[in-house]
Nanobody, 116 residues
Framework: QVQLAESGGGLVQAGGSLRLSCAAS????????MGWYRQAPGKQREWVAS???????HYADSVKGRFTISRDNAKNTVYLQMISLKSEDTGVYYC??????????WGQGTQVTVWS
């Protein structure tokens, strides 16, 4: 089973940007789709964005136009570029994937805090 590890979270002022990375311990060729979820304090985890092995991307309406998901199969890494961050983007961001023959994969999460 492939392990997922997020990085890149931090504290940023509203209007700023961050890039999250999700590094897989093995090939992501068999993980489709991959994506990001987030969980704000006191709220349920919500889907943010996903990308298929073919490169098709999908976004939650709340982040459309501000977040960009991408994947580098050679580096076994998925990225989430976030710009124009808002306070409501604050939360723990989790990398997610569906691995063939294994099922759901989750990372440990990385904290993103947007202050204004």
């Amino acid at each position: 089973q492939v392990q997922l590890a997020e990085s890149g979270g931090g504290l940023v002022q509203a209007g700023g940007s961050l890039r999250l990375s999700c590094a897989a311990s093995g090939s992501i060729f068999s993980i489709n789709p991959m994506g990001w979820y987030r969980q704000a304090p006191g709220k349920q985890r919500e889907w943010v964005a996903s990308i298929t092995s073919g490169g098709s991307t999908h976004y939650a309406d709340s982040v459309k136009g501000r977040f960009t998901i991408s994947r580098d199969n050679a580096k076994n890494t998925v990225y989430l570029q976030m710009i124009s961050l808002k306070s409501e983007d604050t939360g723990v961001y989790y990398c997610h994937g569906v691995q063939t023959g294994v099922g759901l994969l989750w990372g440990q999460g990385t904290q993103v805090t947007v202050w204004s």
